[in-house]
């Protein structure tokens, strides 16, 4: 193999500036030209293919977003769009794929490879955490520290004028981030859309830290909470209880960006020369994970989201830590 292609696709996430570099750099070692796809699937379809070098790629590690942009392609959705992107492919002579990005992006990578035969490794680019194969996915540490920093300025208000803060922070089907942020910030209630929302519960929990003269609380909410996110939460405990000054703050899209941590760099620097090497060795259509150190491959119908359960031990510590 002599020419592959690296893109990104879907959400950002911190992480993903190294992977690229990671891929980009392991191809060189090998001896292999590496072509960068601007804007993921719309750019494939619009032949928007650039070679890239080692010196391309130089002083990306630490950058958030991704220098090789992304994009959702409607038109990758039609068998026509994927034609064209095949045929851009074929004009570059690029042999193989290393796509970067979620369940979205692996789906795509699935349908195309199995429609032309393109050789596809995956890299998982998500903040969300929802992949199966991979103790975490690119962007998910950084993700959580960026809640845990903003959590930690917003207790200081809370406290100063004994308010109860409902912190919305993303996971529209998945909770990962509130949960291991909740726990990271002390939060009295972490609601995330894996377990049911009882607003009953939520009211003892409040009342027994009022009781205890808490100066303020502050409740994880997930986006995809079943309740309808952190502004609807909050309503419905205000009409319930009166005592504190309540306030919802969402975090919203400053989750995906920022330098990424050492964590999420060391991972994609792994997961790159682990993408790179899994097609040399002939591998297609599978993730690159790193679970229990050590470097992974699962297949894309494994990965794709909604494979990976919550932890029950961490949400049984962080009943027993709200206390």
């Keep these: 193999m002599k020419r592959i292609a690296v893109f990104t696709s879907g959400g950002d996430s911190p992480g993903m500036n190294a992977a690229i570099r990671a891929v980009v750099r392991s191809a060189a070692y090998y001896n292999m030209d590496c072509f960068g796809i601007l804007r993921g699937y719309e750019g494939m379809i619009n032949d928007e293919f650039r070679i890239m070098n080692p010196s391309d790629v130089s002083n990306i590690i630490q950058r958030g977003g991704t220098i090789l942009k992304s994009a959702r392609s409607k038109a990758f959705m039609t068998k026509e769009g994927r034609q064209k ?11 193989a794929i290393v796509a970067i990005g979620g369940d979205g992006t692996f789906t795509g990578a699935k349908i195309f490879e199995s429609e032309f035969g393109i050789p596809i490794v995956g890299i998982p680019g998500t903040i969300d955490n929802d992949l199966f194969g991979t103790d975490y996915t690119l962007g998910y540490d950084t993700a959580v520290n960026t809640v845990i920093e903003a959590v930690d300025k917003i207790r200081d208000t809370a406290d ?32 995330i859309p894996e377990t049911t929302t009882y607003i009953d519960k939520l009211i003892d929990i409040l009342q027994r830290g009022w009781e205890r003269k808490k100066s303020s609380s502050i409740i994880i909410v997930a986006e995809g909470d079943d309740m309808g996110g952190a502004t609807e939460v909050a309503a419905k405990v205000k009409e319930k209880f009166t005592h504190y000054d309540i306030r919802v703050s969402i975090l919203g ?36 994970g790193v679970v229990n150190g050590k470097v992974t491959h699962t297949s894309f119908d494994k990965a794709i989201k909604h494979n990976v359960d919550v932890n029950p031990e961490l949400l049984r510590l962080a009943e027993i830590l709200s206390q």
């Design 253 to 288: 899209h400053m989750q995906r960006g920022g330098s990424p941590s050492a964590l999420d760099r060391m991972l994609a620097s792994r997961m790159g020369l682990g993408a790179v090497e899994a097609l040399r060795d002939n591998k297609s259509g599978i993730m690159i």
């Design 85 to 95: 992107a095949y045929d851009n492919i074929k004009l570059h002579g690029v042999e």
């Design 160 to 191: 100063s004028h004994d308010r109860l803060f409902f912190v919305e922070v993303m996971g529209r089907d998945a909770g990962f981030i509130a949960l291991r942020s909740g726990i990271g910030v002390g939060a009295e209630a972490i609601l």
